[in-house]
């Protein structure tokens, strides 16, 4: 219990730059003519800081869920399996809160979403796509993960071992 609530603390203050960078990402995707700094002078003219943390509950909620799991002893390839069908399975139930991150991103200033209450654009999408609308991309988005939770998760746990056993050996 005391690693989650660490790794969700963590989080939280990761968000705190990963948000505005994610914000600028996402308005330089859909504008791909205007430069980034312009971008970023214009969230913040148009917004001010607010404008830069728009997503900042949705994405720790989505963050946050990533940071909850238990350690278990397993070999190196079974870490690198567990990494990715839970990589897998986070991305595909998280699916609907990156869905409402990314229309409280890219939202147009003043406009009922760009508040940032994610119960508010989740309905939206709820009830302008469906069922269809809240897992958007979904199909990407957990090939992506999973195949970093299966590459990351697996050297990770090679590594640690690798230097716990070098550990071992010297003095």
């Given amino acids: 219990m005391k690693h989650m609530l660490a790794a969700s603390a963590g989080e939280v203050v990761a968000c705190l730059i990963r948000v505005p960078s994610e914000v600028v990402k996402q308005r330089a995707q859909v504008s791909a003519s205007t430069r980034t ?54 991305a595909a139930v998280t699916t609907p809160l990156d869905v409402a991150k990314t229309r409280i991103m890219l939202a147009k200033a003043g406009s009922s979403t760009a508040n940032g209450n994610v119960l508010s654009a989740l309905h939206g999408v709820w009830q302008s796509q469906g069922l269809a609308g809240l897992f958007a991309g979904v199909f990407p988005r957990m ?29």
């Fill in 143 to 171: 090939a992506a993960i999973s195949l970093g939770g299966f590459i990351f998760l697996g050297a990770y746990d090679h590594t640690h071992r690798l230097l716990l056993e070098v550990g071992r050996k010297s003095p």
């Fill in 37 to 90: 700094f312009q971008i970023f002078s214009n969230i913040l003219y148009e917004e001010g800081i607010q404008g830069l943390y728009r997503g900042y509950k949705s994405t720790v909620l989505r963050e946050a869920l990533w940071s909850w799991r238990q350690d278990h002893v397993v070999d190196s390839w079974q870490s690198a399996v567990c990494g990715a069908f839970a990589g897998g399975f986070a």
